[in-house]
């Protein structure tokens, strides 16, 4: 006859000392007290296959605990137990109902850091990272952070990550109900000099496997181990995986299914008690795909004005899957056909002096080792004729030429031929009585005065300028001929040194170059001729004329 199966107390209770023991209670099953039941209990751990055998075997008379050995902290185990009869060996019972039970929680022993702690951008988050127990296990944490100039700053958190406060240096962890003989995880977040930090830092795939190799060369420092940690693109700082090797490791397996195409941060950190000393960051791929766009064109301010600037922006990584090699720049203006020029992969503008005029269009790809990708959004320009002003230039020269030539001409001719002639060239405009001002403004007085009356010369007196005063500004004389009669002969009096001043005929204008009179009919003069006083009477001589 089978016995039923033994029943488990669910409290387990545990040693405070190391190594961990756990003792379970259990009450055999319903049985004839006179007789002896011999039990025996096996346990495994927490999401594993084979169990373990306690090798002794426990009577109900008198009734001893489970007692299970050399069990780790925060860890999850079953347990489970089954009964006979004490003289038969060989008719066991069935197995009892597995009890569950975790051990005492730990401090986390993984500890590490994700973001930029030791970079230079300020205010960027950082996160203390550390790994999970396990499955079967849930704890909380004790997080305690030294500040520079504070004490220590203490916070429950739940597994498995914390920010970091700014300005932090020291960091500690914990798990809440630990053990007594547990210690803290502590990790010194110095940054420490980066010259004694792992330089060389190379990447490379692995042949027929999806597992990336890392190798370094150590710096000057002496660290007690190396930590190498690795992100995709784009994902959070919680997703992060890393590796712990001894210091006299410089390279290391990484394991997981790596993507090809995919951008890989990948750093590597020398860790020592005093502090911290990462190289820098390398991007790398296990496999380089072709780019999936190309980069996006904008126009900069000319650079000289008419000579076009171009810069663009970088390809995302994730969609360049490769280390760039180069940008490729295109150029098509109207039916011409298309120019390509590679631009370095560093280089984000270029000054396009050689374009032609008129409409153009520009569109660029980025390339990899795998090759070009396609191009991105085109940018159109219209460029102006930068020759334009070339071609004017010799056509208001030729004007100007033509212009001086016709004043020279009139300025050499004098009377009406002259005017004549730059009416005729230039008609309705006011270059004629402009030219005519000039001969009076550019020419000595013996070039463009006719000969005068010797009864009328004052070629013999000395010359003496008056300055008219100002006249107030009026309207235009309005001319009216009437007739005259004759006038008996008359002494004409010597002209007044005024009216004989040259400074009104050299710098007064005619009322020809006024404009108010057209060409004069035959008829009396009403205006002197060149070389005549203004101002004299009009005698019969001149009206009979």
């Known amino acids: 006859m089978k016995p039923e199966a033994p029943q488990l107390d669910p409290d387990v209770d545990f040693s ?22 011999v039990c025996q209990f096996h346990y495994r751990r927490c999401q594993q296959m084979a169990w373990i055998l306690l090798e002794r075997e426990l009577k109900s008379i008198p009734l001893t605990p489970v007692e299970i050995q ?52 300020g205010g960027q988050k950082s996160l203390l990272l550390w ?47 630990a053990t007594s003989w547990e210690p803290l995880t502590n990790l010194s977040l110095v940054c420490l000099d980066s010259g004694s930090a792992p330089h060389g830092v190379v990447v490379s795939s692995i042949a027929g496997s999806t597992e990336l190799l890392v190798t370094w060369q150590q710096g ?7 930590v190498v940690d690795w992100a995709q693109d784009g994902e959070p700082l919680e997703n992060l995986s890393w590796v712990r090797l001894p210091p006299g490791n410089l390279s290391a397996v990484l394991q997981g299914h790596f993507e090809g195409g995919v951008p890989y941060r990948i750093t590597v950190t020398a860790v020592s008690p005093g502090g911290l000393y990462p190289a820098p960051s390398v991007w790398s791929f296990r496999e380089e795909l072709a780019p999936l766009v190309g980069p996006v064109l904008w126009r900069l301010q000319d650079a000289p004005p008419g000579t076009p600037t171009i810069a663009w922006g970088e390809v995302p990584r994730h969609q360049l899957r490769g280390l760039l090699t180069h940008y490729t720049l295109c150029a098509q203006s109207g039916t011409r056909p298309s120019v390509c020029m590679n631009v370095s992969g560093s280089a984000q503008k270029i000054t396009l002096p050689n374009l032609p005029w008129g409409p153009c269009e520009l569109w660029m790809t980025a390339s990899t080792i795998a090759g070009q ?18 071609k004017i230039l010799p056509v208001v020269v030729l004007l100007w030429g033509l212009f001086l030539t016709c004043c020279g001409i009139s300025l050499a001719t004098s009377g009406r031929h002259g005017y004549l002639a730059i009416w005729i060239l230039f008609p309705e405009s006011y270059l004629p009585s402009r030219c005519l001002h000039l001969r009076h403004k550019v020419l000595p007085r013996w070039v463009w005065e006719k000969v005068p009356d010797p009864a009328n010369s004052n070629s013999s007196k000395p010359h003496v300028e008056e300055i008219p005063q100002a006249q107030p500004p009026r309207d235009s004389p309005t001319l009216e001929v009437e007739e005259i009669e004759p006038l008996p002969v008359v002494e004409h009096p010597q002209a007044s040194s005024r009216l004989d001043s040259g400074y009104e005929k050299h710098f007064l204008p005619t009322p020809e170059e006024l404009g108010l009179l057209g060409p004069l009919p035959p008829g009396p003069n009403i205006w002197p001729e060149p070389g005549h006083e203004r101002g004299t009477h009009l005698t019969t001589e001149d009206t009979e004329a």
């Open 131 to 177: 790994k999970a127990p396990g499955h079967c296990v849930q704890a909380s944490y004790r997080v305690w952070f030294q500040v520079k100039g504070q004490e220590l700053i203490p916070r429950e958190t739940p597994c498995c990550s914390s920010s970091i406060p700014t300005q932090a240096e020291w960091v500690a962890v914990s798990a809440i109900n």
């Open 220 to 226: 000057s420092g002496e660290p007690k181990e190396h």
């Open 16 to 37: 405070e000392d190391d190594p961990l023991e756990a003792t379970v209670q259990w009450s055999p099953p319903s049985w004839p007290p006179h007789k002896v039941l």
């Open 70 to 121: 050399d069990l780790e902290l925060a860890t999850g185990y079953e347990v489970s137990g089954r009964c006979r009869m004490e003289k038969e060996e060989d008719l066991w019972g069935e197995w009892s109902p597995v009890l569950s039970f975790q051990t005492l929680p730990s401090a986390p022993k993984d500890v590490w850091i994700s973001g930029n702690l030791c970079g230079t951008q």
């Open 373 to 390: 990708g396609p191009p991105g959004p085109s940018l159109r320009l219209h460029l102006p004729d930068n020759t334009l002003k070339l």
